[in-house]
């Protein structure tokens, strides 16, 4: 990634699920749901400059347009809802693949959210943010509540979870998952029981949208059913980037050089807090 002369950048790091249940649908068409989110240590990159204009401007050249881009939708929002007569311009370095589950996309739009509250002096809570991160998508409040969770509701209820430290090999097969068209198939599973916090270990791994996905997506399965000879491997959010835990980061950076030429994979150790959870107060 080839960092902007005059930009100041921050990290938007990914996530993993490493539970994730339906319960039901409710009337407003989303889904209630169980999952608990995972902070990893690899993330984007977005880089941020003010300019005297009021616009917000995206450089960075995507196959998305700017209209598209959650980051861009974070600033302008703050620019439309707190009267802000000043501009950005943005610099959106990717290396979380996109359509895979880890949450780049509302990573991205998270770190633009908690940097522009700083740069231009708005001094919006933690909570006022997360409010505010709804409107965006549903994991966008996760990343400002910058701490592993286990969340309810459509994603935006927390309860912080200490996981202790981890390292996941993550395999991407190249593939974008429509989360539309999986949470919308006849076949996924919406009445899974609750469960309590204290009964995730029993459950770790489970999620209820894996098989829709493997039977939509064969690439998904194919990535499972390799990475599953080496452990737990699960799939994580809608997909399509399947993770597995390892007790030894040798062991998984080893297996990391052995992964297909046709996916795409990382080695990520688990964090505990957002890189810049010390950027708003509570």
């Known amino acids: 990634m080839t960092m902007r002369e005059g930009f100041d950048y921050f990290p938007a790091p990914a996530k993993l699920n490493l539970l994730l249940r339906i319960i039901g649908k409710r009337d407003d068409g989303y889904h209630s749901l ?20 009021n616009e917000v401007r995206r450089v960075s ?7 598209d881009d959650l980051s861009v939708q974070a600033a302008r929002l ?4 707190y009267s802000v007569n000043q501009g950005v311009e943005l610099d959106v370095l990717k290396r979380i693949p996109h359509g ?3 949450g780049g996309g509302s990573s991205d739009a998270a770190t633009v959210l908690l940097v522009m509250n700083k740069l231009w002096a708005l001094n919006l809570t933690r909570r006022e943010l997360q409010e505010l991160a709804v409107s965006l998508g549903a994991d966008v409040p996760f990343f400002i509540f910058g701490r592993n969770a286990f969340a309810e509701g459509i994603g935006e209820q927390f309860s912080p979870m200490d ?3 981890a390292c996941y090999l993550v395999v991407h097969p190249n593939c974008s998952v429509s989360t ?11 009445n899974s029981k609750p469960i309590k916090i204290a009964d995730f270990s029993s459950h770790e791994g489970r999620n209820d949208l894996q098989d829709t996905v493997c039977r939509l ?20 959010g809608s997909g399509s980037s399947i993770f597995c835990p390892f007790a030894d980061p040798e062991r998984a950076k080893a297996l990391l050089t052995k992964v297909p030429p046709c996916w795409f994979g990382f080695v990520a150790r688990g964090l505990d807090h957002h890189p810049l959870f010390d950027l708003t107060g509570d």
């Open 78 to 81: 703050l620019v439309e809802r």
């Open 100 to 102: 895979g589950g880890l």
């Open 180 to 190: 539309a068209s999986v949470f919308g198939d006849s076949e996924l599973t919406r």
């Open 61 to 67: 050249h995507h196959s998305w347009s700017d209209a």
């Open 163 to 165: 996981l202790g430290e």
């Open 217 to 236: 997506y064969p690439e998904v399965q194919s990535v499972l059913e390799w990475l599953g000879q080496h452990g737990p491997a699960a799939m994580s």
């Open 34 to 53: 169980q999952t608990v989110f995972r902070l990893i240590d690899f993330a984007d990159s977005i880089g941020f400059r003010l300019i005297p204009q």
